[in-house]
């Protein structure tokens, strides 16, 4: 079985800091996820990967899948950022963390 | 194009009524899956499907049912339904090595 976790659980950063979220897990995997929960509960996919490292505008993710380990990274962070983020890893079927959540202070 | 839709969004119930969430997706994807999700659990797989007519158990599925009788829905059922079914229920789909999409999720109360 699959164990993810994710760390720091909570975190409170100042407006415009260079954010990073951490990911592990036990097995080998097909590819990691990525996503945001908003207040409200709506969850949306920011990422998938498999190797090296994504970037979409102040988001990056990156994975070494030799040490089991992803972080996802936000540059210039703001309150808009402010979400659970979540890691999910994808071998036949989805698994995921609890959950980081993030509250970005203006 | 939709993408993932759940039926119903909220629903209340007596403990004991029965009940069926729906969850439709119109990407022709493989692989659904059905999550609840509690404070302080996180998303936990309740049950899966890797294709039309397959259903597979996920890590809490004692008290559900599942049928993929279409490949663009995936039914979760509950025969009896209990207070700790109380919960969230999201739905997602995906290609075998794609990023899943998710349904709104569907608020479930169980009194």
């Known amino acids: 079985k699959n164990e993810v976790e994710q760390s720091p659980q909570n975190l409170t950063a100042q407006e415009g800091e260079f954010i990073t979220i951490n990911c592990s897990y036990s097995?080998?995997?097909?590819?990691l996820h990525w996503l945001q929960q908003h207040p409200g509960g709506g969850i949306v996919s920011l990422f998938m990967?498999?190797?090296g490292k994504k970037k979409h505008g102040r988001l990056i993710a990156t994975i070494n899948i030799q040490e089991k380990h992803s972080s996802l990274h936000i540059t210039a962070s703001h309150p808009r950022d402010s979400a659970v983020y979540i890691c999910?890893?994808?071998?036949?079927?989805?698994?995921f963390g609890k959950g980081t959540r993030l509250h970005i202070l203006p | 194009n939709a993408g993932v839709t759940q039926t119903p969004k909220f629903r209340v119930l007596k403990t004991g009524q029965s009940m069926t969430l729906l969850c439709a997706q119109d990407m022709n994807h493989e692989y659904m899956y059905w999550y609840r999700q509690d404070p302080g659990m996180g998303l936990r797989l309740i049950h899966y499907?890797?294709?039309?007519?397959?259903?597979a158990k996920g890590e809490v599925p004692d008290g559900y049912n599942v049928s993929r009788l279409k490949k663009q829905n995936f039914l979760l059922g509950l025969e009896s339904a209990a207070p700790s079914q109380t919960s969230v229920y999201f739905c997602a789909s995906s290609y075998a090595d794609t990023e899943a999409f998710f349904g709104q999720g569907t608020r479930l109360t169980v009194v």
């Open positions: 499907s890797v294709g039309e007519g397959t259903t």
């Open positions: 097995v080998g995997i097909s590819a």
């Open positions: 990967l498999s190797s």
């Open positions: 999910a890893v994808k071998d036949d079927k989805i698994i």
